[in-house]
């Protein structure tokens, strides 16, 4: 019988090659078999590396021993292993007819060795393997939460029913240079991680909120902020979530009107944004134009492209119920295409970037949940809101405002923007832009310098 100093020795030598699976991005986890008093085999865990998910530790020494024996019978042997085995490994073990087993760690887990259950325990078995457990216990398991901490701690996790676009699919963006910035605790959207961009003075006499529609993102405004920034001001440019480089929950029935007004409203609070003027288009303005009623002193201005505000009132324009429709119909559209189709001088590489942030269908429960959602009736989420802020926006609203319309648009063009001029207090004659279409900001270098002229004091 091997003393207690032996089995460490072997052990030991059985933690050298759990460290060379860590080396190698494995779970660290090590096995050497031995046959009187010499190594015969050796093991660590490799299924990441091997794509073979029976290659553990315990198996890769099994296979190794019985070739060395050139039998698949290791009478005699001993098996040493960091960590206690699993259903699997102990399986294959008792088929082995090892004649024992020595563990480090234990594994609460999966651990079969005395932890979840005690797979060598069955007397009813045709083998007995004697089991010793917990030698070196403190190193292997160390070695362990060592290897798992920097994936424990990691503090920007995506939820379970959540998806979050790699990082690379928003590299090399062109006209995108700006630092993402994240905030993953608002009250609304627990654990969800929202993506928005902050560029320039946070004490600026002006802060550019820019607010995106769908199926867009942050991205549609970079023509448009180069000239907020060169005249001094702050820009902050969110992607709502299900959008950009924002979390994606998987479900279209989380998208309410409700929880991405409240996200927005607490993103405010959080950046305490002062001298707002807020930069609205499509559902950037559905939700947008809620906002300045909850804490009118922090706005001073509304720049306003192709929206409306949904009531419930009046019918929906047959050009928005068209593309509700079209939506319907079409689950997988080509957001480049789309962005394509009324602006014709976008490069490939700009329309691929309106794309970058939806790989596949999964990412896609925003795109698809966002046109219904637009309040169609008067008890229709979101209707009563937008009553209360067109009455603050028609009677109280004490800014500036400048409005821009794409006569092109076939969902939210002139006739529908001319409604809303009418329903904002000292709204000035729009600009309008014979060309553009409804995603006005692709021309927003046209006009971005003239709303800089009629907001900066």
């Known amino acids: 019988m091997p003393t207690a100093e032996q089995d460490a020795h072997w052990m030991g030598l059985a933690l050298a090659q759990a460290r060379l699976a860590s080396a190698g991005s494995e779970v660290p986890v090590g096995a050497v078999v031995v046959k009187e008093g010499q190594v015969i085999a050796t093991g660590r865990n490799a299924p990441i590396g091997s794509h073979d998910p029976t290659a553990h530790a315990e198996v890769v020494a099994l296979r190794e021993a019985a070739r060395v024996l050139g039998n698949y019978r290791l009478d005699g042997c001993t098996l040493y292993v960091t960590l206690e085995p699993c259903a699997m490994c102990s399986g294959a073990m008792l088929h082995a007819r090892l004649d024992r087993v020595v563990f480090g760690a234990a594994d609460p887990r999966t651990g079969v ?4 259950l005690n797979l060598f325990g069955y007397s009813q078995l045709n083998h007995q393997t004697r089991v010793t457990g917990g030698v070196l216990a ?16 990691n503090m920007d996790p995506v939820r379970e029913d959540a998806l979050r676009t790699p990082d690379a699919a928003f590299a090399h963006l062109p006209d995108y240079p700006w630092a993402p910035r994240y905030v993953n605790d608002l009250p609304s959207i627990p654990g969800l991680r929202m993506h928005y961009i902050d560029e320039g ?3 600026a006499g002006v802060t550019w909120l ?3 529609g769908n199926p867009a993102w942050s991205y549609l405004y970079r023509k448009m902020m180069p000239a907020f920034l060169s005249a001094g001001g702050r820009v902050v440019a969110p992607d709502m979530i299900g959008f950009g480089r924002s979390d994606k929950p998987k479900k279209d029935s989380f998208h309410t009107f409700d929880r991405h007004r409240q996200s927005l409203l607490e993103l405010i609070d959080r950046l305490d944004l002062q001298r707002v003027v807020l930069v609205v288009q499509d559902w950037g303005g559905i939700l947008g134009l809620t906002l300045p009623m909850a804490a009118p002193e922090r706005y001073q201005g509304l720049l ?20 509700r429709d079209w939506c319907q119909s079409q689950p997988q559209f080509d957001v480049g295409k789309l962005l394509l189709r009324g602006n014709p001088d976008l490069s490939a590489v700009e329309s691929a970037a309106y794309n970058a942030p939806f790989p596949d269908k999964g990412y896609r429960a925003a795109l698809r949940a966002f046109p219904p959602m637009v309040p169609e009736l008067t008890d229709s989420p979101g209707a009563a809101i937008s ?7 028609r009677n109280d609203w004490q800014g500036k405002t400048f409005m821009v319309i794409g006569q092109q648009d076939p969902v939210l063009g002139e006739s529908v923007m001319r409604s809303l001029q009418n329903q904002i207090r000292a709204c000035p004659e729009p600009m309008l832009l014979p060309n553009a279409g409804h995603f006005v900001q692709e021309q927003g270098r046209e ?3 003239a709303a800089v002229r009629h907001f900066t004091p």
């Open 113 to 116: 060795a005395g932890s979840v």
């Open 138 to 153: 403190e190193p292997c398991g160390q070695l362990l939460k060592d290897f798992f901490k920097p994936k424990r701690t």
């Open 447 to 449: 006009f971005a310098q």
């Open 387 to 393: 009553r209360q802020a067109q009455e603050f926006l």
């Open 201 to 203: 003075p946070h004490d």
């Open 210 to 212: 820019c607010l995106h």
């Open 304 to 323: 306003v492209m192709n929206t409306t505000l949904a009531t419930g009132e009046a019918p929906l324009s047959a050009g928005f119920l068209a593309w």
